[in-house]
C-alpha cells in the first residue's frame, strides 16, 4: 500500500502531467512542425506553469516528495529549446514557489 506521501505525489505527478508540453508539444518544436514562439505552445506552457505551482500545493507532500517533483530540469529542457526564458514570469514564480514549499514543507 501506497504512504500518504506516495499518494500525494502521484496526485500532483498526474495533474502536471495532463498539461505538459514537453510530452508531444516540445518533440513537434524538435522536429521543426512548431516554432517555439507558436501561441498554441504558448498558451499550453502558460497553462502549465500554473498548473505546476498549484500541484506543488498538493496536501501531504513532504520534502521527499517535493524534491521528485522538482520543476527545474523540465524547466531547463523548455528553455533550452526556447520555449521559455529563464527571466519568464512564470518561471520565476514557480521556481520560488518550489523553493517556498520545500523550505516549509514537514521531513520524511
Given amino acids: 500500500m501506497a504512504t500518504p506521501d506516495e499518494q500525494?505525489?502521484?496526485r500532483a505527478i498526474a495533474a502536471i502531467?495532463?498539461?505538459?508540453?514537453?510530452i508531444k508539444?516540445?518533440?513537434q518544436v524538435r522536429l521543426g512542425r512548431m516554432k517555439p514562439?507558436?501561441?498554441?505552445?504558448?498558451a499550453v506552457t502558460e497553462?502549465?506553469?500554473g498548473i505546476y505551482e498549484k500541484a506543488l500545493a498538493t496536501d501531504g507532500l513532504t520534502q521527499s516528495g517535493l524534491r521528485r517533483l522538482n520543476p527545474a530540469p523540465r524547466l531547463a529542457v523548455l528553455i533550452d529549446a526556447g520555449v521559455?526564458?529563464?527571466d519568464h514570469q512564470g518561471?520565476?514564480?514557480?521556481?520560488a514557489s518550489y523553493n517556498r514549499?520545500?523550505?516549509h514543507a514537514g521531513g520524511e
Fill in 17 to 22: 502531467s495532463q498539461s505538459d508540453p514537453l
Fill in 37 to 42: 514562439t507558436d501561441v498554441g505552445l504558448c
Fill in 8 to 10: 500525494a505525489v502521484q
Fill in 101 to 103: 514549499v520545500l523550505t
Fill in 25 to 27: 508539444l516540445l518533440q
Fill in 91 to 95: 518561471v520565476t514564480a514557480l521556481k
Fill in 84 to 86: 521559455l526564458t529563464d
Fill in 47 to 49: 497553462s502549465w506553469l
